[in-house]
């Protein structure tokens, strides 16, 4: 594998160097006011990422994962039901992370393409007169099957039935790519990671609680030390922590945070959108379709790719990786040797993502797929000359 390429994987994403740098610090005390001076405005600078007043933002060294563990285990008690939908690796994992903490889990099981059912959520919470579902959870963004789902028509749904229930979201590979509404969309928890659309490495989780989501942390019963966000609250008033936090990731999350406001949010949304469009403007010159069940779904930061029946598409993936130093994300699950991804997230430009496509289209002519090559690359080339705005920066 080459170090000079770019990854097309959706996670861990390109670093810019000014972040590689940002998290490669000379050792702190951690209990010093130095260190006051980062965490406190990584806070606010995740806090306006996801466009809320009103969120408590914590951070513990971890991943993603760790912030769903997070979440679940600061507001929920053992038997507590739950409400979510199966529609790929992700939403798999996180119901499982549930049913290991005998929580209740009224699973919903969906295609692998589809995003979240939100009428079938809106009967399940109608039904439940006696409020006994204790939260619903969507993730914004199945990385697996490159879906999106729509968070404010949960929250519509939620309302509609006059359910009180959480609702936590995994924004893990949607935050600081895709448009992530808070406060808007009535999220009481939400979770991500440093290693993707914050540009970082690895080992932080980032959860955001609203208010509703603080109290429940008072009832809630399941076991939890090292992720209890009580101590995190208590420690970070006095401009602490608990335990070591990692200085570094944090002074990097300060510098995305700033490097995402330099280039505008929006911009930042808008250069995802048409990246992905030349992405999928290559895969319909190629005559394949994707993993995503129809164009609402399409997602801003991967594209799950289906291959023809009886062609495994995880050698494309290897081949990439052998043959020209490129990763590609590999189908998991229900879609494993169905489809393989490209991840277009973070640190990326249309240039980069060119580069991406022609290695695809490569590989699939190498291993014998009916290709023509510079088909995707043309499609996507067109795409991104007729889709930037003359007033576009130059980003990323
Ligand atoms: C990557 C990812 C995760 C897992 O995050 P880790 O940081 O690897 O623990 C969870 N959910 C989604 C949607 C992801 O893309």
Not at 61 to 90: C, H, K, V, Y
Request: proline share 4%; glycine share 10%.
């Amino acid at each position: 594998m080459s170090d000079q390429n770019p990854v097309f994987i959706p996670g861990p994403t390109n670093m810019p160097e000014a972040l590689r740098k940002a998290v490669d610090m000379p050792t702190m005390d951690h209990r010093s006011e130095a260190f006051a001076e980062i965490l406190h405005p990584a806070r606010d600078g995740v806090k306006a990422v996801v466009k809320s007043d009103h969120a408590e933002i914590f951070f513990f060294p971890s991943t993603g994962t760790g912030g769903w563990e997070t979440a679940l285990t600061n507001t929920l008690s053992a038997g507590d039901r739950i409400l979510a939908a199966r529609n790929g690796m992700f939403s798999h994992r996180w119901i499982d992370m549930c049913q290991r903490h005998a929580l209740a889990v009224d699973v919903v099981d969906v295609p692998w393409g589809e995003g979240v059912p939100v009428d079938r959520y809106e009967e399940i919470l109608t039904a439940d007169r006696t409020h006994q579902i204790r939260a619903v959870l969507v993730t914004h963004n199945e990385t697996a099957t490159g879906v999106k789902s729509d968070i404010a028509a949960v929250r519509r749904a939620l309302d509609a039935a006059g359910h009180p229930a959480l609702l936590f979201v995994d924004g893990v590979s949607s935050i600081a790519s895709m448009d992530f509404r808070f406060d808007e969309w009535g999220v009481d928890v939400a979770v991500t990671g440093s290693q993707k659309g914050f540009m970082l490495p690895a080992g932080l989780a980032i959860v955001a609680f609203s208010k509703k989501a603080i109290e429940a942390v008072e009832t809630a019963r399941l076991p939890r030390t090292f992720f209890d966000i009580r101590d995190m609250r208590q420690s970070y008033q006095g401009g602490g922590y608990p335990y070591t936090p990692s200085v570094g990731l944090l002074n990097g999350l300060n510098r995305s945070c700033a490097l995402l406001q330099a280039e505008g949010l929006e911009n930042v949304f808008a250069r995802h959108a048409r990246i992905a469009g030349g992405v999928r403007a290559a895969v319909r010159a190629w005559g394949l379709e994707l993993c995503a069940a129809s164009p609402d779904l399409w997602s801003d930061t991967v594209s799950a790719i289906r291959t023809p029946d009886g062609f495994n598409a995880t050698d494309v993936v290897s081949h990439a990786a052998r043959h020209y130093g490129v990763a590609f994300g590999v189908g998991l699950g229900d879609v494993a040797g169905k489809v393989f991804r490209i991840g277009h997230l973070g640190s990326l430009t249309d240039v980069m993502a060119l580069s991406g496509i022609a290695t695809a289209e490569m590989c699939m002519a190498d291993l014998g797929l009916e290709i023509t090559l510079g088909s995707g690359v043309a499609a996507a080339q067109e795409h991104y000359r007729s889709s930037r705005a003359d007033t576009s920066r130059l980003a990323a």
